[in-house]
């Protein structure tokens, strides 16, 4: 899985434990394990990690427990990264979350 790289030290603090996706369908599955990188195409990683649950959530519908799994304080919080991601935020956009932990 492909991450930005202010999240590498928030994944490998424990401290983001969830990352949302907009996929056509999931890539991943409950129980996979995935090597956590940031270069799409590189065979470099930075920690393997393991999904413990996978499930469909509005962007509206977050709250801010959410926001921390994600790493941050707040939803607020989290939209403003959210937007410099993906351009935009939609209340009503539909998601993938994925849940995961560091595999040691």
């Known amino acids: ?8 030290k928030m994944i490998l603090d424990g401290n983001k434990t969830a ?5 056509k369908k999931p890539m991943v599955k409950v129980g996979g394990v995935y090597k956590a990188k940031l270069k799409m195409l590189s065979t470099d990683y930075f920690a393997k990690i393991k999904v413990k ?13 959410d926001a ?3 790493g941050y304080d707040t939803v607020t919080a989290f939209k403003h990264i959210w937007i410099e991601i993906n351009s935009s935020w ?15």
Do not use: S
Request: charged share 45%; net charge positive; aromatic share 10%.
């Open 53 to 65: 649950k996978l499930y469909k959530q509005r962007l509206c519908d977050m709250t801010d427990k």
């Open 90 to 104: 939609d209340d009503n956009c539909v998601v993938d979350v994925i849940e995961f932990e560091i595999i040691k």
């Open 68 to 70: 921390n799994k994600e």
């Open 19 to 23: 990352t949302r996706r907009i996929w």
């Open 1 to 8: 899985m492909i991450f930005k790289p202010e999240h590498k």
